[in-house]
T-cell receptor, first 113, second 111 residues
Framework: KAGVTQTPRYLIKTRGQQVTLSCSPISGHRSVSWYQQTPGQGLQFLFEYFSETQRNKGNFPGRFSGRQFSNSRSEMNVSTLELGDSALYLC????????????FGDGTRLSIL | GENVGLHLPTLSVQEGDNSIINCAYSNSASDYFIWYKQESGKGPQFIIDIRSNMDKRQGQRVTVLLNKTVKHLSLQIAATQPGDSAVYFCAESPPTDKLIFGTGTRLQVFP
């Protein structure tokens, strides 16, 4: 069974631009969660999607948004990029939610210049 | 909690020894706990999980212990190998809420 796939692996953007990251969950998994990982703040929860609906949200500004498609694939979008948005963005999928094993992709490394 | 400092706590062990990585969790209502291993350049990899109705669970070379009285979780790795070198994270999940990651611990295994 293929694991969680995130694209692209690396991305370089400049301040003010916007970016879209993609995540394909493990086949059969309906819950997709997104996390931001930085050396200073560790792993921080962004949001969770289940059946195309946002079910839970972390403490991030409205510039961070996401969506999920009917095939459970998910995208997250960051608008008006800031230098502080430089991070590793991780996607995790599980069968149905947070209260069970989540399986992570290898992330998208976003660098803001 | 969710924040981790720039300098991770580090545990250094000799190959073949047992390793114990500790974690204090924050929410007494949490009923599900997970340990992850993260190698450089990769996403966190699921190791083992435990629910609050248990106090011990064993996997292959790993054991997780849960002490709800003091809100403490530990991961024991038997016969530690060089391939075990990584950053280890514990995570807790309150019912119907988000997964909260704890402070990571870097495990270094020396030959």
């Amino acid at each position: 069974k293929a694991g969680v796939t995130q694209t692209p692996r690396y991305l370089i953007k400049t301040r003010g631009q916007q970016v879209t990251l993609s995540c394909s969950p493990i086949s059969g998994h309906r819950s997709v969660s997104w996390y931001q990982q930085t050396p200073g703040q560790g792993l921080q929860f962004l949001f969770e999607y289940f059946s195309e609906t946002q079910r839970n949200k972390g403490n991030f500004p409205g510039r961070f948004s996401g969506r999920q498609f009917s095939n459970s694939r998910s995208e997250m979008n960051v608008s008006t990029l800031e230098l502080g948005d430089s991070a590793l963005y991780l996607c995790a999928s599980s069968l149905s939610g947070q209260n069970q094993p989540q399986h992570f992709g290898d992330g998208t490394r976003l660098s803001i210049l | 909690g969710e924040n981790v400092g720039l300098h991770l706590p580090t545990l250094s062990v000799q190959e073949g020894d047992n390793s114990i990585i500790n974690c204090a969790y924050s929410n007494s209502a949490s009923d599900y706990f997970i340990w992850y291993k993260q190698e450089s350049g990769k996403g966190p990899q699921f190791i083992i999980d435990i629910r609050s109705n248990m106090d011990k669970r064993q996997g292959q070379r790993v054991t997780v212990l849960l002490n709800k009285t003091v809100k403490h979780l530990s991961l024991q790795i038997a016969a530690t190998q060089p391939g075990d070198s990584a950053v280890y994270f514990c995570a807790e999940s309150p019912p119907t809420d988000k997964l909260i990651f704890g402070t990571g611990t870097r495990l270094q295994v020396f030959p």
